[in-house]
């Protein structure tokens, strides 16, 4: 049997997505994320590409704003 991991929640999500902007923003990589978030959070590489999907999203809105 194979079992799906519990679905995390928006807060999870967007603190994730922080943990991901900050590990890029310090020079790290994806693999360095994919690392992390095994290690942390147990989840696997597609999440890891959601979370930075976000991460980035978030990023650019920021620049964006302190453009206008």
């Not at 079992?3 to 603190?15: D, H, L, N, P, S």
């Not at 923003?25 to 959601?50: I, P």
Request: aromatic share 8%; hydrophobic share 35%.
């Amino acid at each position: 049997l194979h079992f799906m991991g519990k679905k995390g929640t928006q807060a999870e999500t967007i603190v994730r997505a922080q943990r991901f902007a900050r590990i890029i923003a310090n020079g790290g990589r994806r693999s360095d994320c994919v690392r992390y978030a095994s290690e942390n959070w147990g989840v696997g590489e597609r999440s890891v590409d959601k979370y930075l999907e976000i991460a980035r999203a978030t990023k650019s809105v920021k620049n964006n704003m302190i453009r206008l």
